[in-house]
């Protein structure tokens, strides 16, 4: 038996272990910049943690994190901090430059954010307030759930002027030179009276036919007198058995059957048994405005209510067979 004098063989050395492979890319995570720029601008992590008003672990967390996604060491430690290598100022700058988009991507968020959040003041007139809006104030807090809304409902300009109110909505044209103003629509009117009224009293035919009933009219605003007087048929104060100025009251006896009376079409829905009468009459549509303050026009957030009434009011009006969009 022959032996071989030489040794054994040696079994091989271990391979060195390998370095973790970085992370994709895709999947870095940018929240790590902000605590990395800390650590480089504090030179230690104390330092960053008061600043950020963090916890040094959480800290020296995120650098090793960060570390590992980049698959490079960020800072070397010594006995008073750290020490940024060649690979923490390579990115230094990049990650500033991502700071400031950070930065700047939350400004616009919060502008954004408080431009769809606040509240605006609308005023309109009494019969607009009660029959028009409330519908489509009910939209616009399905659209915008941040916009709160106060509705004024008055006849007078002045609230807005005196700053009062932010919107209003009228059917005439503000003169002021202060307000801008815009034309959204025209509202139809038309002779009306419940179906009970009539059954008794008789439907009238003609314009010359009214004055043989009994008419709802202004106590002493003329509008309706005007009226009268353009169609050539002669009218006095005392030819309304009925008289009130306010524009609530007079739709109201209208809508129990009082009497014949002059209102705007969109409202005949909201009064069941109220038709219209003498479509031959030619009576002038009411023009609807909406009037702004001059040095609010330009709020973002007054502006998107002001935009969506301009779309809302006509629809409505539409929808009710009480009104046209004007064009532009």
Do not use: K
Not at 99 to 110: F, M
Not at 186 to 193: D, F
Request: charged content about 20%; overall charge neutral; aromatic content about 4%.
């Amino acid at each position: 038996m022959t032996v071989d004098p030489s040794p054994p063989p040696s079994p091989p050395a271990s391979a060195p272990p390998r370095p973790a492979a970085p992370m994709p890319l895709e999947e870095f995570d940018w929240r790590l910049v902000r605590s990395f720029l800390a650590v480089l601008d504090a030179g230690s992590l104390m330092g960053a943690a008061r600043r950020l008003r963090a916890q040094q672990p959480t800290l020296s967390r995120h650098v090793a994190e960060l570390e590992a996604q980049l698959g490079v060491p960020l800072f070397e430690r010594t006995g008073r901090g750290v020490t940024p290598t060649a690979a923490a100022l390579a990115i230094a700058e990049a990650a500033r430059r991502m700071q400031d988009g950070a930065g700047a991507l939350l400004h616009a968020l919060a502008a954004a954010r408080d431009a769809e959040r606040g509240t605006v003041r609308l005023t309109a007139s009494r019969v607009a307030a009660t029959w028009l809006l409330p519908p489509v104030l009910a939209r616009l807090r399905e659209a915008e759930p941040g916009i709160e809304v106060e509705l004024v409902a008055s006849d007078q300009l002045s609230n807005l002027l005196r700053r009062e109110a932010d919107i209003a909505l009228r059917m005439v044209r503000p003169e002021q030179g202060s307000l801008v103003a815009r034309r959204v629509a025209e509202v139809p009117l038309t002779a009306a009276a419940h179906q009970r009224y009539l059954a008794r009293a008789g439907t009238p035919r003609e314009a010359e036919d009214l004055l043989g009933h009994v008419l709802i009219g202004y106590d002493r605003d003329e509008a309706i007198l005007q009226g009268f007087a353009a169609m050539g048929v002669p009218m006095t104060r005392r030819g309304f058995a009925l008289r009130t100025d306010d524009q609530v009251a007079y739709g109201q006896l209208v809508a129990a059957g009082a009497g014949i009376g002059f209102v705007a079409r969109y409202n005949l829905r909201h009064w069941p048994g109220v038709v219209p009468l003498l479509p031959q009459l030619r009576i002038p549509p009411l023009p609807c405005w909406l009037a702004v303050h001059r040095e609010i026009h330009g709020n973002r957030l007054v502006r998107r209510v002001f935009d969506f009434l301009a779309e809302a009011v006509p629809a409505e009006l539409a929808a009710s067979g009480g009104g046209e969009a004007e064009g532009g």
